[in-house]
C-alpha cells in the first residue's frame, strides 16, 4: 500500500475472476474503504492505517474482496441501488442513490451509460474523486486515460463513449478535486481533475 495523496492509501491486487490486477482504495480519515481486494500483505496492511467501517463500491462489479472486510471488521457495505439485483438477497449490502451523501462525507453521484449503476464517488474534503468500469488507464507506460475494448461496451459502443465522455465532462467542470481514483488502472495524484476534463473534452 502506498499513500497517493495525504490520508488517501492505494493498493493493486491480483483479481482472479476476471485474470487482471485491479486498484482499490483507503480514505483514512473518512473510515471508508473504496472497491476493495484484500492487499497482498494481508488485511493489517489496511488496518495499520486505522480500522475501516464503512465500503462503498463504484459500481455492482466491485464486491471483490469486501466479504471478508464485513467478517473481520464488521464493515457495512453500501453500492448503487440500480445495480442492487447483482447480489444475494441475504448479502449486507444497502443502497446509495446519485445525490447522497454516504458514511465519512462521501458524495455519490451518476455516471451511467456503459451499465445503470456506474457511479463516481466524491469525498471534497479529501479532494478526492473515484471511478468505476468507465475509465481505464493501461501500464503500458503511456499513463493515458482510456476505455475498455468495444467488445466489453455492449451493442453500441460508440453510444457508451458519448455518455461517459458527457458524464466526465459534467463531473469534472461541477466537482473539485485534485486526485483521481480508478479501479482499472493507477491513481492520477495532484492533477486529476485536469487529466479527466482534458480527455473527455479532447475526444467528445
Not at 463504484?58 to 467478517?71: M, Q
Not at 471511478?131 to 451493442?155: H, I, K, N, T, Y
Not at 466526465?168 to 480508478?182: C, G, I, N, S, V
Request: proline content about 7%; hydrophobic content about 40%.
Amino acid at each position: 500500500m502506498r499513500e497517493v495523496a495525504p490520508g488517501v492509501f492505494h493498493w493493486r491486487a491480483y483479481h482472479e475472476q476476471i485474470g487482471i490486477d485491479v486498484h482499490s482504495y483507503l480514505l483514512e480519515p473518512a473510515g471508508v474503504l473504496l472497491d476493495p481486494m484484500l492487499p497482498t500483505a494481508g488485511l493489517d496492511a489496511v488496518t495499520s492505517h486505522g480500522r475501516p467501517h464503512t465500503i462503498l463500491l463504484t459500481n455492482r462489479h466491485h464486491l471483490r474482496d469486501s466479504e471478508r472486510f464485513v467478517a473481520e471488521l464488521g464493515c457495512a457495505v453500501r453500492a448503487p441501488r440500480a445495480g442492487m439485483h447483482e447480489f444475494a438477497r441475504e448479502a449486507p449490502v444497502e443502497p446509495y442513490d446519485p445525490g447522497d451523501e454516504l458514511p465519512g462525507g462521501v458524495v455519490a453521484f451518476e455516471v451511467g451509460a456503459i451499465c445503470p449503476d456506474e457511479s463516481a464517488l466524491h469525498h471534497p474534503g479529501l479532494r478526492v474523486l473515484a471511478c468505476a468500469d468507465g475509465l481505464f488507464r493501461g501500464d503500458d507506460g503511456s499513463g493515458a486515460l482510456g476505455f475498455v475494448p468495444d467488445e466489453l461496451m455492449g451493442d453500441d459502443p460508440t453510444a457508451v463513449k458519448e455518455g461517459l465522455f458527457a458524464s466526465y465532462t459534467r463531473l469534472a467542470a461541477e466537482l473539485d478535486f485534485d486526485h483521481l481514483l480508478l479501479a482499472h488502472g493507477e491513481p492520477i495524484a495532484g492533477t486529476g481533475r485536469e487529466a479527466l476534463r482534458t480527455f473527455a473534452t479532447e475526444h467528445a
